[in-house]
């Protein structure tokens, strides 16, 4: 890998004319990925895209006068100090922000390579092209930023809301509902049956531990997400198998305490809590009211909650 400083000017145009080529394809690829459900933004992916392939033809013209039609292929990745982009084909369904987000660090990126190559040249033509160019990344940065923004109608949020929704708020909302509700029943059972709080945390501790293993491989292999656009299973599966995990430990926890009754008081209190979050979780991402996403996840874990306590004292 060599350094930027070891360039040469022919070097360094056959890298800008790669540069060039290379995001040149990548915003085809956020344009394809953003059209179904984002046109405008898509659209503006499509303009960018034609400008940068205007860059990539001025600074073939300027190659060809100075050295000749042969332009050695020289990537970004043969060169030290650039930024390792997570490739498009990767990033599906592809969402708005991800799409500026990267192309906004692109162009900040390539702004300060035309800077830095338009500093070392000695050639005026070259240099001017390369202070020229650098100019109009600056604008396309700018262009980038506001691109999460510029025409998003409420349909298009609503979208992407509902894609977010599908690919973290779902899975992991499943998750936290099984941890805190399905593993009530035994953690209280154990702690009303043997009134040990460390034998009712290690009952809590495998209860969490296998609902989340069971909860995450379920969701992984549900099904693969092409069609209902739910994103990659195992990202799903990791998200839903953490949540579970983290619900059950929270009131797990409290019985690492010595005094069982203090212990179960306190982790009362944790599922109350618990399920208050769920709730609001529920109304804010999942189109719930707030008092019908209390009074079903409230009935639901005061039900599972009297199981246990039911079965602990007989």
């Not at 999460?148 to 809301?161: L, S």
């Not at 969490?208 to 995450?216: D, E, P």
């Not at 599966?237 to 019985?255: A, K, Q, S």
């Amino acid at each position: 890998m060599r350094s930027f400083q070891s360039l040469d000017e022919r070097e360094i145009l056959a890298l800008a004319v790669g540069l060039e080529e290379e995001h040149t394809r990548i915003y085809d690829d956020f344009a394809e990925g953003l059209r179904e459900h984002f046109p405008e933004q898509a659209e503006k992916f499509c303009e960018m895209r034609r400008e940068e392939d205007g860059h990539r033809h001025r600074l073939l013209d300027l190659f060809r006068s100075r050295f000749g039609d042969h332009v050695p292929l020289i990537r970004r990745e043969d060169v030290k100090g650039f930024i390792k982009h997570k490739p498009v084909w990767r990033m599906r369904p592809l969402g708005v922000k991800a799409a500026q987000e990267q192309a906004e660090s692109m162009e900040l990126e390539t702004k300060r390579f035309y800077e830095a190559a338009a500093r070392r040249a000695t050639d005026a033509g070259i240099r001017q092209l390369l202070g020229d160019l650098a100019e109009e990344e600056r604008h396309h940065a700018a262009i980038a930023g506001d691109i999460a923004q510029a025409g998003v109608t409420p349909d298009e949020a609503a979208r992407e809301k509902k894609i977010f929704a599908l690919q973290i708020i779902q899975p992991g909302l499943a998750g936290l509902m099984d941890g805190s509700v399905s593993t009530l029943a035994p953690l209280f059972a154990a702690a009303f049956a043997t009134k040990d709080s460390g034998k009712t945390f290690l009952v809590g501790l495998a209860a969490s531990l296998g609902a989340g293993i069971s909860m995450g491989f379920a969701e992984a292999l549900s099904d693969d997400g092409t069609l209902t656009g739910r994103g990659h299973p195992w990202m799903r599966g990791l998200v839903c198998g953490l949540m579970t995990g983290l619900g059950g430990l929270g009131h797990t926890l409290p019985y690492l305490i010595g005094n069982v009754h203090t212990a179960t008081a306190i982790a009362i209190g944790v599922v109350v809590v618990e399920l208050s979050v769920i709730s609001w979780v529920r109304h804010r991402f999942m189109d719930s009211s707030l008092a019908s996403a209390f009074l079903q996840v409230g009935l639901g874990g005061a039900l599972v909650f009297l199981v246990g306590m039911l079965i602990g004292l007989s």
